[in-house]
């Protein structure tokens, strides 16, 4: 729920990526590849289309996010995608980290953030290597509106009111990863709590 909340305060276009419900795990699905249209209606997959189709903004914005809630699980599947470019982040069970906390190991972890500092190929252990260098080039410096959503939330205390839903040092370590990416002025790497 916090990370839907603060998409929420700091409106489009995270409000427009984070998925406002969670998935249930539905009799007979296998997984949630396998779960049809649960989130923000869409159907799609969990995974990214081929490169080259429209999604450099998206990926872009959703490693900003990622990188403001210390997700520690983004990967090529905690996400659903569908064309015309679209993107939902989902499964945010591992977010809100504090340094020290646990990074998931896997190869495609920190997916967008990796992707925003160059990074272009995934080994993953059960498939063939995710080849994304179709996407064009991304920056890790902080755009105009990411400028904007860091100066909201070093501005308020309560961190758009997501501070009430976390713990004081889940909430602090935010505090700290606002303060740092307005001070260096590029979104942190991944696992960089």
């Known amino acids: 729920m916090a990370a839907w909340w603060l998409a929420r305060e700091l409106g489009p276009p995270w409000s427009e990526l984070v998925a406002p419900t969670v998935?249930?795990?539905?009799?007979?699905a296998q997984d949630i590849g396998s779960c049809g249209p649960v989130i923000l209606g869409m159907g799609g997959y969990a995974s990214l289309p081929r490169p080259g189709v429209g999604f450099?903004?998206?990926?872009?914005?959703?490693?900003?996010?990622?990188?403001?809630?210390?997700?520690?699980?983004?990967?090529d599947h905690n996400l659903r995608a569908e064309m015309p470019p679209r993107l939902a982040l989902i499964d945010h069970g591992y977010a809100f980290a504090r340094t020290g906390d646990w990074h998931n190991p896997?190869?495609?972890?920190?997916?967008?953030?990796?992707?925003?500092?160059?990074e272009r190929h995934f080994p993953v252990p059960d498939g063939p290597v995710l080849d994304y260098s179709g996407v064009g080039p991304l920056s890790p410096a902080l755009g105009a509106h990411e400028q904007a959503a860091i100066a909201r939330l070093a501005a308020d205390r309560d961190l758009l009111g997501v501070a009430q839903l976390l713990s004081d040092d889940r909430a602090q370590a935010l505090r700290d990863r606002v303060a740092r990416m307005a001070g260096s002025g590029e979104v942190l790497h991944a696992a960089d709590f």
């Open 23 to 28: 998935w249930f795990d539905p009799p007979d």
């Open 56 to 75: 450099d903004r998206l990926i872009s914005d959703a490693a900003f996010f990622d990188a403001v809630i210390g997700a520690q699980d983004r990967h």
């Open 106 to 118: 896997y190869e495609a972890a920190g997916l967008f953030l990796k992707m925003r500092f160059g």
